[in-house]
């Protein structure tokens, strides 16, 4: 996420730490630099000379100057301003109403369809009852899509096809939602290669008749500053609320996310991070900003083990642990509950100096790994699982042969296995004797073979 952008202000920041004073020169230079990263990440021109401009205020302010480390201190200037730019805050949806209104807008392959089901299921986790409107006359596609969805998610879609009118739809939709009590409408409009008066004047009469609370632009975060000349013309149209930025789990520069609010002077609402339904966030400006500064967002991994990892099947695992109970049942257990969190290279980019340790590093081996190990697993038998000392050379030929790997495979799982075994009978006696001090080893959220996790 914005690995390029980060690069070059991580490389800036190496240098401004190593400053034990502050002058008008070196000022410059590092924000010159700061400049070309954020013009080479496809900002809006105008947007990073006002930023540009207000660091160069604050960092040859006193405070600055004055303080024991004023290159950190520049830092947190920077940081500070690039949370401001963002929105400073989470701005979440107001849906108040009854039933409450989304109306999704956006160019064609932005993500409209994908992004409809992503928030049907945020809102659903939130207790709402969601219904889905195909709205897009223009694409069949789109109404087997998000019908597609609703079925993965248990979330009914209103889908009329062979009908052109859009506005007869959404009358329609209104109706059902109501007769079936659904508290939330979410319809999921037609997009277009480029913004013609026609598409945008069918929107406009969609919003007036649905009144929605919430117009949402969702905008391909790859298309960089042209993403919001686009966000510009549809909010002059319609009013949007908000923004969902796309795919900004490939290449994206940042240029949409760092120019939107400023010159829209609306707030980026949610996120979309792969191409999974749940691969799906709220914005939250300093998460963002700390991401892009190579700080790291732990909040955010934590709020994400909360959210994958089954905490009664957490703490009935680390129980198994402490009494030596540990089984290979319990090892693919924890292989699949780690799975949930999402690809590791996502999770990683998450810790305070993630970027870094992500360069060179050929993460899809580990995913290949983890994939491997959960076939090898797969391949025995519940009674061997639970007792893998009646695992022969003879067996370990025969879950070879059944996950299409080699014995040397299988041996090293089960070597893994039997070192994190006794690993835990260690921490289990070592917490034992500190539990009679009254001291107790802390938990370890989600990690595997270390406990818990408690919320």
Request: hydrophobic share 45%.
């Amino acid at each position: 996420m914005f690995d390029s952008l980060s690069g070059k202000l991580q490389n800036v920041f190496r240098n401004l730490r190593g400053l034990g004073k502050i002058s008008e020169t070196n000022v410059s230079d590092a924000l010159r630099d700061v400049r070309l990263a954020l013009l080479d990440a496809d900002v809006n021109f105008k947007v990073a000379k006002d930023f540009i401009e207000r660091v160069k205020e604050q960092a040859l302010g006193q405070q600055v100057i004055q303080s024991v480390h004023p290159g950190q201190q520049m830092i947190k200037v920077i940081h500070d301003e690039l949370v401001g730019l963002l929105g400073s805050e989470n701005a979440g949806l107001v849906l108040t109403a009854q039933p409450a209104c989304i109306l999704m807008c956006g160019l064609h392959g932005s993500g409209k369809t994908t992004s409809s089901g992503k928030l049907a299921r945020l809102l659903q986790k939130q207790g709402k009852n969601v219904l889905l409107v195909a709205a897009d006359v223009y694409r069949p596609a789109a109404m087997d899509q998000l019908a597609t969805l609703g079925a993965k998610l248990e979330v009914p879609v209103f889908v009329q096809k062979g009908e052109t009118d859009v506005l007869k739809i959404a009358r329609e939709a209104l109706v059902f939602a109501a007769e079936n009590k659904r508290d939330t409408v979410i319809f999921d409009t037609a997009g277009r290669l480029q913004i013609d008066e026609p598409l945008v004047q069918e929107l406009v009469r969609l919003r007036d008749l649905v009144k929605p609370q919430e117009i949402l632009l969702v905008l391909d975060a790859a298309t960089g500053q042209e993403a919001v000349n686009v966000a510009s013309h549809f909010d002059q149209a319609l009013g949007v609320t908000g923004a969902i930025l796309t795919k900004l789990d490939g290449d994206a520069r940042g240029g949409a996310a760092l120019s939107f609010r400023s010159v829209v002077g609306k707030p980026i609402k949610f996120m979309g991070v792969g191409e999974k339904l749940e691969d799906f966030e709220p914005f939250h400006p300093e998460r963002m900003a700390q991401r892009i500064l190579g700080m790291g967002d732990v909040v955010s991994l934590v709020e994400k083990a909360a959210e994958s990892i089954d905490q009664d099947k957490a703490m009935a695992l680390e129980e198994k642990m402490r009494k030596g109970q540990f089984t290979l049942d319990d090892f693919l257990m924890q292989l699949r509950e780690m799975k949930k969190m999402g690809p590791m290279e996502n999770l990683i980019g998450m810790l305070p100096g993630g970027a870094d340790m992500l360069k060179g590093a050929d993460l899809s081996k580990s995913e290949k790994e983890f994939r491997r190990m959960e076939g090898i697993l797969c391949a025995m038998t519940p009674k061997e699982r639970h007792t893998p000392q009646i695992l022969n050379a003879k067996r370990r030929v025969r879950i070879a042969k059944g996950s299409g790997v080699n014995v040397a495979e299988v041996n090293n799982v089960l070597r893994r296995f039997d070192e994190m075994q006794g690993m835990m009978k260690k921490l289990g006696k070592m917490q034992k004797m500190m539990g009679k001090f009254g001291g107790k080893l802390p938990s370890m959220p989600g990690m595997p073979g270390m406990g818990g996790f408690r919320r």
